[in-house]
T-cell receptor, first 115, second 113 residues
Framework: GDSVTQMEGPVTLSEEAFLTINCTYT??????LFWYVQYPGEGLQLLLK?????DKGSNKGFEATYRKETTSFHLEKGSVQVSDSAVYFC??????????????FGKGITLSVRP | DGGITQSPKYLFRKEGQNVTLSCEQN?????MYWYRQDPGQGLRLIYY???????QKGDIAEGYSVSREKKESFPLTVTSAQKNPTAFYLC????????????FGQGTRLTVV
């Protein structure tokens, strides 16, 4: 079945540091890929998405490129801020599953940014 | 504003009692989902519904029940059969079964004492 694997956390960075959060996936077909962010005590918000190979999703300074050859969708930001402290989830939806299409999530990783 | 509303935000119940969590959306989405979030385990799918009057079990449906009598509503009942009900519950919706984006509610934190 479909699965998403995220790097182990938590991650602690200083403000303005470079961020990379790794995400790899296994899917039957050609999935759409997502990064969601969760701030403390809240639901999830879509951060960015990519629907086909080589697409780059971007938002709020974050970027991720859909790499079919390495089945990866790593999240990057050039300069993190304290306000980026949150939990980040990688997810996929696989349209080849047809009637059972659903979102599959990784375990999430907590990012803390120090001033 | 369109969105998903979960209520209440915090819920306390005694062990052995059934409890129903509310989820309402005004996005005119066909598909709705319930996830459970536990520390270190990410999100796990409980139930989902792709159309009114139809729903399917997710990965951890035991001890839960749902209904989908109206397009905008997808309530989740946590029954006394659920062995570890204390968790953060998230409701989501997408425009249809081909998920290009899912929208989430703010969540309900259920504590069973």
């Amino acid at each position: 079945g479909d699965s998403v694997t995220q790097m182990e956390g938590p991650v602690t960075l200083s403000e303005e540091a470079f961020l990379t959060i790794n995400c790899t996936y296994t899917a039957t077909g050609y999935p759409s890929l997502f990064w969601y962010v969760q701030y403390p005590g809240e639901g999830l918000q879509l951060l960015l998405k990519a629907t086909k190979a080589d697409d780059k999703g971007s938002n709020k300074g974050f970027e991720a490129t859909y790499r079919k050859e390495t089945t990866s969708f790593h999240l990057e930001k050039g300069s993190v801020q304290v306000s980026d402290s949150a939990v980040y989830f990688c997810a996929l939806s696989d349209p080849s599953t047809g009637a059972n299409s659903k979102l599959t999530f990784g375990k999430g990783i907590t990012l803390s940014v120090r001033p | 504003d369109g969105g998903i509303t979960q209520s209440p935000k915090y819920l306390f119940r005694k062990e052995g009692q059934n409890v129903t969590l509310s989820c309402e959306q005004n996005l005119n989405h066909d598909a709705m989902y319930w996830y459970r979030q536990d520390p270190g385990q990410g999100l796990r799918l409980i139930y989902y519904s792709q159309i009114v009057n139809d729903f399917q079990k997710g990965d951890i449906a035991e001890g839960y029940s749902v209904s989908r009598e109206k397009k905008e509503s997808f309530p989740l009942t946590v029954t006394s059969a659920q062995k570890n009900p204390t968790a953060f519950y998230l409701c989501a919706s997408s425009i249809n079964r081909a998920i290009t984006e899912a929208f989430f509610g703010q969540g309900t934190r259920l504590t069973v004492v």
